[in-house]
């Protein structure tokens, strides 16, 4: 099983001291994204749990629980976004320099093969210019090539009422190239995320966040698992269970999918408790809570020979 923490919500950001006490507890309460009244009991004992993907802006939270997590036997990565954009479109979120600072420190501590940069998502406005971002892009280049396999890029997806228009193929096009020639300077490949979009005559491959190799790579095995049939067509993830629930994130991002509103979100945040098995609130006793069926997910065909060999150091 791997866990995605989270595609919905900046767990390792705000909500890390409540990830290391769901570890500790050995299992996590999680909502259905649909009907908040039922709620699936996950398990988390890291005989089950093949790996975590953190998904963050802001891992310095969780930086302190690291060593206790690999301690108990948990393997991870991380899909760290890092972009140019200021506060009027990433409202709380740590500056450029103060999340490189992190990027560098993270690398340093678990491995540059257990870290991506996410760039993503790539807008257009008057301000953020494609002049302007391939400026942005290079400084950060410079700084995180060394620290980092790839770094992987998006373009903005219109969601329900979206502010900003999704660009056109010409117009990814040339963005692509943009990028791509930056970060061929400093050998750093460049992968999209969920894009239907060929970029690859500009050297950029289609990618996978939860991706089957780099998985391989850090846990020292192959998982038995299919693409995730819960994700867009186009995204070459594998399955996964997310426990973070919508509109809890207060890193306030306007482009962001995954909150309707900034004031619910901290709504949410203020009642969120750090002992309580689900991530906001508590139960209120007409839950009704079901046992997920889970298990690792080791491809028992595999032969001790294939496993590669693995140097992590803490």
């Given amino acids: 099983m791997i866990i995605s923490a989270s595609r919905r919500t900046d767990i390792p ?9 769901r570890l500790r507890k050995g299992e996590v309460l999680v909502p259905n994204p649909y ?5 699936s009991r996950i398990p988390l004992s890291p005989e ?16 302190r629980y690291l060593d206790e997590i690999e301690g108990m036997g948990y393997r991870f990565y991380f899909q760290m976004t890092i972009t ?13 320099e103060e999340a490189i600072a992190t990027f560098l420190l993270l690398s340093e501590k678990i491995g540059k093969n257990r870290i991506d940069w996410r760039f993503d998502p790539i807008l257009l406005t008057d301000k953020y210019s494609l002049d302007y971002h391939e ?22 997806d219109l969601y329900r009422e979206g502010r900003y228009p999704e660009l056109e193929p010409e117009m990814m096009e040339k963005a692509a190239a943009r990028l791509s020639r930056v970060a061929a300077k400093y050998g750093l490949p460049v992968y999209t995320c969920a894009e239907e979009i060929d970029l690859s005559r500009y050297g950029i491959k289609k990618g996978a966040c939860i991706d089957k190799e780099r998985i391989r790579e850090v ?14 067509k186009e ?3 594998l399955e996964s269970i997310d426990i973070g629930v919508y509109d809890t994130c207060v890193n306030g991002c306007r482009y962001c999918y995954a909150t309707n509103s900034l004031k619910g979100a901290e709504r949410r945040y203020e009642r969120h408790d750090s002992q ?22 080791l491809d028992n065909q595999l032969s001790l020979f294939d496993l590669p060999e693995m140097s992590i150091s803490f």
Wanted: glycine share 6%; aromatic share 10%.
């Fill in 13 to 21: 950001a705000l909500y890390s001291e409540w990830f290391i006490n």
């Fill in 35 to 39: 009907n908040k009244k039922k709620i």
């Fill in 48 to 63: 089950i749990v093949d790996c975590i993907v953190f998904w963050t802006k802001n891992p310095e939270p969780l930086l």
């Fill in 84 to 96: 140019d954009y200021e506060e009027d479109m990433e409202l709380n979120v740590p500056p450029i």
């Fill in 135 to 156: 400026e942005k892009f290079e400084m950060m280049c410079g700084w995180l090539h060394e620290a980092a396999n790839r770094c992987i890029i998006s373009f903005v």
């Fill in 219 to 232: 846990i020292g095995y192959k998982l038995d698992l299919k693409k995730d049939p819960g994700q867009r």
């Fill in 235 to 237: 995204c070459g993830c």
């Fill in 276 to 297: 309580s098995p689900i991530l906001t609130g508590n139960l209120k006793g007409d839950e009704v809570i079901t046992d997920k069926r889970v298990r690792s997910n």
